[in-house]
């Protein structure tokens, strides 16, 4: 599905990826793991086109995706829930769901109705701009507009950030019904107990590299890669 | 020799920029005339554009002064003006104006290197105040923007119309609508209205007129700058029958504006304002002195001796020097009509005052 | 291991260099032949005065004034009413008014300050757009004032036609004058870069970036703005001051809006929050619209274009990059 | 009474002219987070385009056409060309480079239209007046001018807030980038309601011709009083606009129309008549700063 | 001027006395009649379902927001009414949810600000604070604590995200405050972070007193003395990190199977 191939690149004069590999298999779900300032959200912000790509390739169902605009790598199907949420503050809950919604492929597809369903908070602050939401409801509303493309492969970067544990088990069982769907994920996140049962995959991300890779078992075992590279 | 060169500073951006253009053209047309030269001399026009601003011409025309340039001419607006003689006539160099008059620099503050050869600011407005009573109007409202101009306009009007003034009505000075004060006009039901606006608001306001359809009504009396020819154009058939006063027309009968008129529409394709005329004019006279003293202007006394007994033929006719050294000449009362061509132009109706002199010199002492 | 914002010896000896230049110039100008020079450059040196005070609120306070030029109007208006009733008029208000700069010019500033405190106040209650839209209407409502103002010429201004003495020199030497200004201009500019700098100057740039932040760590916002803003006022009234006797004339149209907007414009220029950056944005505004204007009646084709270009062309004016500014993202 | 009726109409249509240049910006300035200056620029373009199609086939339907091009077609030149580059920038620049472009445009006119106002005259169908009441005969145009404003307001209203294009062009302000990333080719979209801002300018600009003298520099004439406008009514917000349109109309014209003869009962005529003029130029003005005093934010503030 | 609490008093009456808060945005009840009291030197943590109306709460102690009734009492003086800089120099601080700092400012400049603002020396318009020993090095060593000491010379709007949370934390806590109140410090940390955090406050504890919103109930359950939990606007119950762990409605409303 997706392939990542000797990613650089970063921001002004500071190089921040020095040759990412990584990819997704379609269906399957992976991480990318790491300290704070190792990269992640760089090589997400690269792959989205929001930043150019120094060198090495981006491919999606063989779509090469370094030279194409945000918009554009986004009607291939990206879907993305961006690291601090992001909402359009000036537009009410329903607004920032339907504004950059697209129909769905097949009849499974994410509508409206579907979305509040999952977030029953948010069908109550419908009316409500998006600015004076809770730090969690605007979490909520993050992860559902990029629901609401109907995304290929769905990126979360840090999507559980500021939300109550029960809510972030309904997300993560979510996930993985979405997974079964046949949807394509990757996750950014801290809580490695409670994503290792969607993951296929983990990467873990140091100084702009993927150092180690391996299924949520195998890191469990190896408790020497948590202490070095994630600290725990 | 070098030529003499001559500052030239004029308002050629700004809406207003036509005029400036009007006044460089048609002195151009002058010395174009005279191969180059004035009065026999080659002269060179050294033209800026003060873009309306007083601080902008008075920086132009020191650097001019300390580069040594001993003639001026070419402002349009008494308040650029007003900032730039000071510095000229101090130095002990030659002002001559081609468009204001200020009654500052007619009275008290004369200078013996300060010339107008237009007329003095409130020329127009007291023959409007006669022309009106000439027409027979008895209850006119007047009407002028709120700035100094406007409130002179209006003053000098009052000072020889002898009938009621119904209303007296400040525009706004950036105003570009005038309904308001036209509906007030047609409640009041005037005999007739007097109007001064310049540049783009005359042009409005005469247009609204026509188009609310009191043109045909409440006749209009303004002075002639405020429908000059470009004015006129773009008002179209709206001013037909507006009446205005002033110095000179483009109809007018003599050999010297036929050949000006004329001149000037093959060179640049258009009919002149009176602002060409004036410029025109201004170039003539400065001809007659600079061929008296040879284009030496260090012959400061003998240059000003010269352009005292102004000795050129003037197109309007008549030109005499006042001791304020402002222009003694005649005002005619003008109607705009339809051309034999179909266009439109002020055609005279009659002579309203001969010999019209300002009543500032009384206060000029001039210092010889 | 003490960050220091960049550049600061750099830009100290910029300043330096600057000032030296600039002390030499009449030197050149007389050397040159160019008398005029002086005069074109006490033009900028006054300008620089009034672009340095509006960097002071825009650059670092993000207080976007499009109305400074009230107080540029009103700083000339003040010292050539007084001078109008020094040398012609007779008194005023009983006072037989002066021509000592040393009397005048603080009484100028003052009013300068008044004026600030009253606007500032007032429009300190918004913000963003809301505040760029009410600082010119002030600024509107003063030059209608001026405009009105039929016992001091109304809309043709006011001559003031000797210039403010001061013990000791004689302003009327271009020479002397340019001195003056230069020294002000020099003080000024001292003054400010330690203002912007200090405790003060962190807060009040803090308010700038992070108002929500600087409040709840304990700084009032209106008070430091409002300082800033009456500062700034005074400088740009000082400018008027400068430019009443540089002219010799007054005019509403010192007050006028594009007045204010080409202020900005130089500031912007040189590099908004830089402090030198804005002199250097005064003497190109205007020595390139000398330059232009002198060489073509269509100089705005040209102008215009070039004001674009450096929009785009730099993130920060023509010199901020360069002086390390803190303005501008 | 009829006087009173028709000074309101004046007013009325004053609004009308103001909330089409308003509207635009308010768009483009308050949603978009452009401070374009150019858009007074605009309007002169379309007048100046309507006046030269006028000269060239005497109709005033191709006058129209050409006005709404060349107003709309400038606009989309200088979205391309400048304003693109400028969306992130913070206000200080924006200003500078359509300070820039004013002047720049200004001269680019009387190069290519000579520095001449042009003649517009009033079509035929709309010259000429109606009796609305006896006693009241109103010019049709200016009626029209009215139609045509609440016309745009409803048309534009219904676009900002009840259509996506509306949506994505308020969420693009907040963010662009998220915009862009969720899918929607923001760029175009910027590109086409500057556009639009610019049309509505050039419909401005030839309905305006006919009453007004075309000229340089009438797009700066209006445009602060535009900015006034937009801030009493609220930045950003179309219902302000029309609200700030409406109030500004009434005000200057009321106050033009009635302050002189309301001082003139209760002052000596020589003060009086200066007063009342200086109070009519600064009304407007001295509005704002009311407004904004008590309500720093505006009337109807798109983002409270 | 920030800890001169009467040590007599404080033992005895709470630090922070909140009565009858409430605060509604139109139907939305946010604070419906919260009760709450801080004892000195504690760290009280609040925890509850997203849109309980924690960072109301917080808004209204800090003075950003108005309560529509009841009473907030700091160290036995009413300052319902003082606005958000009043309230600060009184010794209150915080954390934001949402990142706030001052992004063309140096992580360094960031603190020594937040420093110099409780010198009541700040209007002093001639000396450079980062000139000033005692301010650079007493923010140096906040740095350190946080764990960005290597990145003291970077401007914040380069900084990665949880760098920023990181500075966010250093910020509230450099003022040395009578009271601190933390909003979900520990979102977007990661685990390392997290766990270093948690060990600096622990650290902290008895010589500040906390109020601490956080969804990472390891770090809650580590740090807090007493619990509240705020459900739709009122609080349900008050205790120990045990009790809170199994009291049946808190894991329901909130907890999920977290507590196991
Ligand atoms: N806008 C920016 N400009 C310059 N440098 C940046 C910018 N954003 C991030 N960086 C730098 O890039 C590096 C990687 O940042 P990135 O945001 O990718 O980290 P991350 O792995 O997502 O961390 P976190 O877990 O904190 O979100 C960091 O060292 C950071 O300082
Ligand atoms: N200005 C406002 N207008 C309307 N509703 C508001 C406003 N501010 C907050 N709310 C609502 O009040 C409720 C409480 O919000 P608050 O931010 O306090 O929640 P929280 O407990 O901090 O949640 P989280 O854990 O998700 O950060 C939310 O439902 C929110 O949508
Ligand atoms: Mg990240
Ligand atoms: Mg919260």
Known sequence: MLTVEALTGGYGGSQVLFGMDFEAGAGQAVSLIGRNGMGKTTTVRTLMGMLPARGGRIVLQGTLLTTLAPHAVARLGVGLVPEGRRVFGSLSVEENLLATARRPSSAKGWTFDRVLTLFPRLRERRRQSARTLSGGEQQMLAIGRALMTNPLLLVLDEATEGLAPLIRHEIW????????????????????????????????????????????????????????YLGI | ???????????????????????????????????????????????????????????????????????????????????????????????????????????????????????????????????????GFKRVAILAPNYQAGRDALAGFKRTFKGEVLAEVYTKLDQSDFSVEIARIRSLAPDAIYQFHPGGAGINFAKQYGNAGLGKTIPMLMPGFSMDARMLTATGTASEGFYTTGIWSVAMDNPGTRKFVQDFKTTYNRIPTDYAMQAYDTAQWIASGLKAVDGDLTKNAAFRAALRKADFSSLRGKFALNTNQH??????????????????????????????RDSYAEACKMPS | MLPMPRNTSFRTWVGLGGLLLLALLPLGAGLADTPYAVNLAT???????????????????????????????????????????????????????????????????????????????????????????????????????????????????????????????????????????????????????????????????????????????????????????VLSAMGTGLAGVLWANYAGLVTPDMAAWTKSGEMMAMVILGGAGTLLGPIAGAAVFLGLEQALTAWTEHWMLVMGPVLVLVVLAGRNGLFGHWLGGSHGQ | ??????????????????????????????????????????????????????????????????????????????????????????????????????????????????????????????????????????????????????????????????????????????????????????????????????????????????????????????????????????????????????????????????????????????????????????????LMAVILIVRPQGLFPARP | MANETNSASSTAAPLLQVRGLRKAFGAVRATDGVDLALQKGEIHALIGPNGAGKSTLIAQLCGELQPDAGSIVLGGEDVTALAAFARARKGLSRSFQITELCPDYTVLENVVLSLLLTTGRAFQAWSNPRHDPTLTASA??????????????????????????????????ARSPRLLLLDEPMAGMGAEESARMTALLNGLKRRYTILLVEHDMDAVFALADRITVLVYGKTIFTGTPDEVRSHPEVRAAYLGEEAC
């Open chain 1, 173 to 228: 069982d979510c996930l993985r019904s979405l997974k079964q769907e046949g949807l394509t994920i990757i996750v950014i996140d801290k809580n490695l107990t409670e994503m290792a049962s969607l993951l296929d995959r983990h990467h873990i991300v140091e100084k702009g590299r993927v150092v180690w890779s391996g299924t949520p078992d195998e890191l469990r075992a190896r408790s020497d890669l948590a202490h070095r």
């Open chain 3, 43 to 229: 033009r900028f040196l006054i300008y620089g005065i009034a672009a340095v005070s509006l960097d002071l609120i825009l650059g670092y306070g993000a207080m976007v004034s499009f109305g400074h030029a009230m107080f540029f109007g009103l700083g000339g208006y003040v010292v050539a009413i007084v001078a109008h009733h020094a040398l012609e008029a007779g008194p005023l208000l009983g006072w037989g008014g002066s021509m000592q700069g040393l009397v005048v010019w603080p009484i100028a500033l003052a009013c300068c300050g008044m004026l600030g405190a009253a606007v500032g106040y007032l429009a300190l209650r918004t913000r963003g757009v809301q505040f760029i839209m009410i600082t010119l209407a002030f600024a509107q409502l003063v030059y209608f004032v001026l405009m009105s103002l039929q016992v001091y010429g109304g809309d043709d201004g006011l001559l003031m036609s000797q210039r403010n003495a001061l013990p000791g020199l004689d302003l009327d030497q271009p020479i002397t004058f340019y001195y003056v200004c230069l020294a002000l201009l020099a003080i000024w500019t001292l003054l400010c870069s330690r203002i912007v700098a200090s405790r003060f100057g962190m807060v009040l740039q803090a308010l700038r970036q992070s108002e929500r932040r600087a409040i709840n760590l304990g700084a009032a916002p209106t008070p430091y703005r409002l300082s800033a803003f």
């Open chain 4, 1 to 286: 009474m009829t006087l009173l009726l028709e000074q309101v109409l004046n007013g009325l249509q004053f609004g009308a002219m103001l909330f089409m240049l308003a509207s635009g910006l308010t768009l483009i300035f308050g949603i978009m987070g452009v401070v374009n200056l150019t858009h007074g620029s605009f309007y002169m373009v379309g007048a100046y385009c309507a006046a030269f199609a006028l000269g060239k086939t005497n109709s005033f339907a191709a006058a129209t056409v050409a006005a709404l091009l060349g107003a709309g077609g400038y606009g989309l030149l200088v979205e391309f060309t400048v304003i693109r580059h400028l969306y992130q920038r913070d206000h200080l620049y924006q200003v500078l480079a359509t300070f820039g472009l004013i002047l720049f445009t200004n001269e680019a006119v009387s190069l290519l239209f000579g520095r001449r106002p042009p003649l517009v005259d009033t079509p035929a169908i709309l010259s000429g007046a109606v009796t609305l009441a006896p006693g009241l005969q109103y010019p049709v145009m200016r009626l029209a001018f009215i139609g045509i404003g609440a016309l745009v307001a409803l048309g534009l209203w219904f676009l900002v807030n009840r259509t996506r294009v509306g949506m994505l062009v308020r969420a693009g302000a907040d963010d662009r980038e998220m915009v862009d990333a969720l899918g929607v080719d923001i760029r175009r979209l910027y590109t086409l309601v500057f556009g639009l801002g610019a049309l509505l300018c050039g419909l401005a600009g030839v309905m305006a011709a006919p009453l007004l003298a075309v000229e340089i520099g009438m797009g700066e004439r209006v445009l602060i009083t535009t900015f006034v406008v937009i801030v009493i009514g609220g930045v950003g917000s179309v219902r302000g606009a029309m609200a700030g349109a409406l109030l500004v109309g009434m005000v200057d014209s009321l106050g033009r129309a009635f302050l002189p003869s309301l001082l003139d009962r209760m002052l000596a005529p020589q003060i009086a008549t200066p007063l009342a003029a200086g109070l009519a130029s600064a009304s407007i003005y001295a």
């Open chain 5, 140 to 173: 140096a060593r906040w740095l350190g604590e946080v764990g960005l000491d290597d990145r003291a010379g970077i401007h914040v709007r380069d900084l990665a995200h949880g760098e920023k949370r990181q500075l966010e934390l250093a910020v509230a806590l």
């Open chain 2, 1 to 135: 020799a070098d030529p003499v060169k001559i500052g030239f500073i004029t308002t050629l951006s700004t809406p207003a920029g036509y005029i400036g253009e009007d006044l460089r053209d048609g002195f151009n047309l002058a010395v174009k005339q005279g191969g180059g030269k004035l009065g026999g001399v080659p002269v060179e026009l050294v033209v800026e554009d003060d873009g309306l601003k007083p601080a902008s011409a008075k920086q132009a025309a020191d650097r001019m002064v300390q580069s040594g340039i001993r003639l001026y001419t070419g402002v349009n607006f008494s308040n650029v003006l007003a900032a730039v003689v000071p510095g000229v006539t101090k130095a002990g160099y030659t002002y001559i104006s081609t468009n204001p008059g200020p009654s500052v620099f007619a009275g008290e503050k004369c200078d013996p290197n300060y010339f107008v050869a237009s007329y003095q600011n409130d020329a127009y407005h007291t023959a409007g105040g006669i022309a009106a009573n000439e027409l």
């Open chain 2, 327 to 356: 222009p003694i000449q005649d005002l005619y009362l003008m109607r705009i009509e339809k051309a034999a061509g179909g266009e439109l132009a002020p055609k005279v109706v009659r002579k309203i005052v001969s010999d019209d």
